[in-house]
């Protein structure tokens, strides 16, 4: 089954840069773009907001104003657009489980505070089922040039990284760019250490070679499945949101992967993919881990 790239537009300026970025990955992945609308009927007293059936018809004609937009400036790109009745975050997580990537809109403000992630996006990232790609108000095309790497992050051991590693070469190869997959570590507890753990150091060199070594190994899969993509190892002491953002700024994309936990107040995603949404200037694909 072919997936298609869906962003979910609601007419802010955010959600149109989204679709704009969607497009371009649909086209450079060869897919088609898929364009939704979470819709529920609101009603104002002081303001003519038409019947169900008026609106409803409002809201078509503007997401397909807006979709329109992008065929134009990519022809021969095979574009759908849906409104679909219900709430945004229960619509927009459906939409994400049929979709290749979902493309969400981010407010930002600026290099230092960065994105504002609203709840409906932070709900989304936390349920989807598929890469959920937060793009900021402004963001252009000038962004993607050659020379920007997509960026990702790499922790635990190969299989616990394999999906956050294969969007991240899957989506370098289509723009022709580096991947800088970065491993951040930090020294453990005294306490944490065993007779075990000492010996794997011991035969590793110490802490960083064997950080190094768990990286690459890591790599090595997505290296000879992705011959073509140049890849930069990245291994650096630290919390791994801090050096993922001190890297972001060479970046075109960076490419995070969380572990939504449950809640008493519902999902909510990792302080890894917390902090890099929140700070980073470009483009951030969240990528569901198992």
Request: net charge negative; charged share 20%.
């Amino acid at each position: 089954m072919t997936r298609p790239i869906t962003a979910g537009v609601d007419g802010t300026e955010e959600s149109l840069a989204a679709l704009a970025w969607a497009a371009r990955e649909a086209v450079r992945r060869e897919l088609p773009l898929r364009v939704v609308h979470a819709w529920r009927f609101q009603s104002h007293e002081a303001l003519d907001t038409g019947d169900a059936d008026q609106q409803a018809g409002w809201v078509r004609d503007a997401v397909e104003e807006a979709a329109r937009g992008v065929a134009e400036r990519h022809p021969g790109l095979a574009v759908t657009t849906e409104v679909l009745e219900g709430s945004p975050v229960d619509t927009l997580t459906a939409a994400a489980a049929d979709a290749e990537v979902l493309v969400l809109g981010s407010r930002g403000h600026g290099r230092v505070v960065g994105f504002l992630l609203g709840s409906v996006g932070q709900q989304v990232i936390a349920g989807a089922t598929r890469p959920v790609v937060l793009v900021r108000a402004g963001d252009e095309p000038a962004a993607e040039a050659a020379g920007r790497e997509v960026v990702v992050g790499q922790q635990g051991d190969p299989d616990d990284s394999a999906a956050v590693l294969c969007f991240a070469f899957e989506t370098a190869a289509a723009r022709g760019a580096t991947v800088r997959a970065v491993r951040a570590w930090t020294l453990p507890p005294v306490f944490a250490y065993s007779p075990g753990s000492m010996k794997l150091l011991d035969e590793a060199g110490g802490l960083e070679p064997y950080e190094k070594k768990a990286l690459a190994a890591a790599l090595q899969p997505w290296r000879d499945r992705f011959p073509d993509v140049a890849v930069v190892e990245h291994v650096e002491m630290g919390s791994a949101g801090q050096v993922l953002l001190e890297v972001a700024g060479r970046a075109q994309l960076v490419v995070v992967g969380r572990r939504a936990r449950r809640t008493a107040v519902g999902a909510r995603i990792g302080s890894v993919a917390h902090g890099v949404l929140h700070h980073a200037s470009c483009p951030v694909a969240v990528v569901p881990l198992a």
